[in-house]
């Protein structure tokens, strides 16, 4: 079992950053992968970017040259480093863990456990 936790959210303007964390407790593995999710009200769960145990990063078309996914594993945390933010980032944000270092941004099933979501809001 792992545990996640999300933290760093918040509001900014446009054009601003905000750094989310993601700790995580709990059983460890050789291999994995994590990543991070996000709703919007009304819309369907969408992945926005992932890394794997071999430090792979895959990042939705939408946040590439903006976002980036890093992991500390002394710190076993997550991060989503946000820059540039827009108005249509504004999601409830989610880490999600899955015990195998195949993933995709796609495949929100294959994912066995998440966080409690961290609010971001980004005004124009």
């Known amino acids: 079992q792992v545990q996640l936790v999300e933290s760093g959210g918040g509001s900014v303007q446009s054009g601003g950053s905000l750094r989310l964390s993601c700790a995580a407790s709990?059983?460890?593995?050789?291999?994995?992968?994590m990543g991070w999710f996000r709703q919007a009200p009304g819309k369907e769960r969408e992945g926005v970017a992932i890394?794997?145990?071999?430090?792979?990063?895959v990042y939705t078309n939408s946040v590439k040259d903006r976002f980036t996914i890093s992991q500390d594993n002394a710190k076993n945390t997550l991060y989503l480093q946000m820059n540039s933010l827009k108005p249509e980032d504004t999601a409830m944000y989610y880490c999600a863990f899955r015990s195998d270092a195949y993933c995709s941004l796609l495949r929100l099933y294959d994912y066995s456990a998440w966080g409690q979501g961290t609010q971001v809001t980004v005004s124009s």
């Open positions: 709990g059983n460890t593995y050789s291999s994995y992968c």
């Open positions: 890394i794997n145990t071999f430090g792979i990063t």
